[in-house]
């Protein structure tokens, strides 16, 4: 399982993935838009954000976090979502990723 942690209330640090197919060889997502997914493991409710690609080959992409995905301490399943020609690729497609917010001494 992939994991990135960050503080409750706080943007950065940005989250980054190079992006590598099901024989973890690296991809090319020229032409593509990314977005970043998301939803807390005690909800059903999917949040969806526009990410950046940062090199399309090999593919490399970020995602700048926003003070709604952060205001409440928790953990949530993550992905990269790829669009290309409107079909998706989900990365990672080998393992879950998992975000965790932890608490801060932020009010």
Do not use: C, H
Request: avoid cysteine; charged fraction near 25%; aromatic fraction near 10%.
């Amino acid at each position: 399982m992939l994991e990135f942690w960050i503080k409750r209330g706080s943007v950065l640090p940005e989250i980054e993935a190079d992006l590598k197919n099901s024989k973890n060889e690296d991809v090319d997502i020229s032409g593509s838009t990314v977005y970043f997914a998301y939803r807390r493991f005690n909800t059903t409710t999917k949040i969806v954000r526009a990410g950046t690609i940062v090199s399309a080959s090999p593919a490399k992409v970020k995602y700048a976090f926003v003070s709604e995905d952060v205001v409440t301490a928790g953990s949530m399943m993550a992905e990269w979502q790829i669009v290309n020609n409107g079909k998706i690729t989900i990365y990672p497609n080998r393992e879950n990723m998992v975000v965790r917010v932890v608490d801060s001494m932020v009010t």
